[in-house]
């Protein structure tokens, strides 16, 4: 047996000693290696990983290193497993854990915090004041896997009972993988009000979040819901998850058009999802006196931001760091009840041995490639095995 005898495991489920996983050595150099299978502890569970999406963010560490902080530090050479948008079944229970059996199907968020800070008590566990703390003489049992422990890019990982959500029979590994993404976009929502039934959403940037916001805000019962970007056939893929107006920024006034819209005063919210050196500043006139702006994306360079716009005008703006609140298990209800068809977005399937292919794909956008889904061999067989 490779685990303790205080974790539960099942012959059905039998767990290896170790499992293949993916590490990162110098930027942008990933290697495939052996690595012994985790052991969970307490509230925790071990997670045999099925399937996992590739996300920009984890673009952003493989390349740059942070937001992960591995001991104190970038990730580079310390045989960490990058990747956090994935899901699986249960197969190893740590101690104290009733609320999972196994051979469930679950679906993960990243941040379990330290459950002790400020932050973490406020449900705002993205905002951990204890980020990274899980080493040496400062362990505060912090855990964001893929950024601050290992993450999903292998075949088994400790898991939170925090963070996870039942996936029902009638949704697919591939559609579970991006609940996740979904969970980024209704806590941007639930940050800006949450009740946002009848008031008009403005959504910039037809990435992943952006796309999924449209969705959510639609179900939430946004009206209007307003999606801006540059291409078109993802403009197209918002109007089918549910935008009433597209805009290419390309072809048409953005604001003027925005304005149009929503009656001449511009709109109740914005979701910033584009990143782009401009977007506040134009979001700041998309928005109505009054109204909210939630950022979502991680720009690449310094902006400079009209101040008195934001400060004449009442606009509130908020920085959102990943998927609070549970809003991953919201947006997990949304989808199970199939409220939008997140699989729109999924473009891409790979084998885990081809993650360097699927990076490239999705960094890319190799075949206009949205959401990256890569597959274990067990969840093959397990297809194989229920057809
Ligand atoms: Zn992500
Ligand atoms: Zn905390």
Same mark, same amino acid.
């Given at each position: 047996?490779?685990?303790?005898?205080?974790?539960?495991?099942?012959?059905?489920?039998?767990?290896?000693?170790?499992?293949?996983?993916?590490?990162?050595?110098?930027?942008?150099?990933?290697?495939?290696?052996?690595?012994?299978?985790?052991?969970?502890?307490?509230?925790?569970?071990?997670?045999?990983?099925?399937?996992?999406?590739?996300?920009?963010?984890?673009?952003?560490?493989?390349? %740059?290193?942070?937001?992960?902080?591995?001991?104190?530090?970038?990730?580079?050479?310390?045989?960490?497993?990058?990747?956090?948008?994935?899901?699986?079944?249960?197969?190893? *229970?740590?101690?104290?854990?009733?609320?999972?059996?196994?051979?469930?199907?679950?679906?993960?968020?990243?941040?379990?915090?330290?459950? %002790?800070?400020?932050?973490?008590r406020e449900g705002m566990y993205t905002s951990c004041h204890n980020y990274g703390k899980n080493y040496g003489d400062v362990n505060k049992g912090h855990r964001a896997n893929g950024f601050t422990t290992d993450g999903g890019f292998c075949e088994y990982a400790v898991n939170n009972i925090n963070t996870l959500a039942p996936v029902s029979d009638q949704m697919s590994d591939e559609e579970a993988t991006l609940v996740v993404t979904a969970g980024t976009s209704m806590y941007g929502l639930t940050e800006l009000g949450g009740l946002v039934a009848g008031e008009s959403v403005v959504v910039t940037g037809p990435g992943p979040i952006g796309l999924l916001g449209v969705a959510v805000a639609?179900? *939430?019962?946004?009206?209007?819901?307003?999606?801006?970007?540059?291409?078109?056939?993802?403009?197209?893929?918002?109007?089918?998850?549910?935008?009433?107006?597209?805009?290419?920024?390309?072809?048409?006034?953005?604001?003027?058009?925005?304005?149009?819209?929503?009656?001449?005063?511009?709109?109740d919210y914005v979701l910033e999802c584009s990143g782009a050196a401009n977007s506040l500043n134009e979001a700041g006139k998309m928005a109505n006196r009054g109204g909210k702006i939630c950022l979502a994306a991680f720009p690449h360079e310094e902006v400079m931001v009209d101040v008195m716009h934001l400060v004449a005008n009442n606009i509130y703006v908020y920085g959102i760091r990943g998927e609070g609140k549970s809003g991953t298990r919201r947006a997990a209800a949304f989808m199970d009840q199939k409220r939008f068809d997140a699989t729109l977005i999924h473009t891409h399937t790979f084998d885990m041995a081809e993650l360097p292919e699927a990076i490239r794909y999705a960094k890319d956008r190799v075949e206009d490639a949205i959401k990256v889904v890569l597959k274990n061999d067990y969840a093959y067989e397990k297809q194989a095995a229920a057809e």
């Open positions: 047996m490779a685990m303790p005898e205080n974790v539960k495991t099942s012959p059905d489920y039998p767990v290896p000693k170790t499992h293949k996983a993916w590490v990162l050595d110098d930027p942008g150099q990933l290697r495939l290696t052996e690595k012994p299978v985790p052991v969970p502890g307490r509230a925790e569970v071990l997670v045999r990983i099925d399937a996992i999406a590739v996300c920009g963010t984890d673009i952003e560490v493989i390349y %740059q290193g942070p937001p992960a902080l591995i001991e104190g530090g970038v990730p580079f050479n310390k045989n960490w497993t990058p990747g956090h948008e994935y899901m699986g079944t249960v197969v190893a *229970l740590g101690l104290g854990v009733d609320e999972y059996a196994i051979g469930d199907r679950v679906t993960v968020e990243i941040h379990a915090g330290c459950g %002790q800070c400020k932050r973490c639609k179900t *939430l019962g946004a009206y209007p819901v307003i999606l801006t970007g540059t291409r078109d056939n993802r403009l197209e893929i918002g109007s089918k998850l549910g935008a009433d107006h597209v805009i290419n920024v390309r072809n048409e006034d953005v604001i003027e058009k925005v304005k149009e819209y929503t009656g001449g005063i511009g709109a």
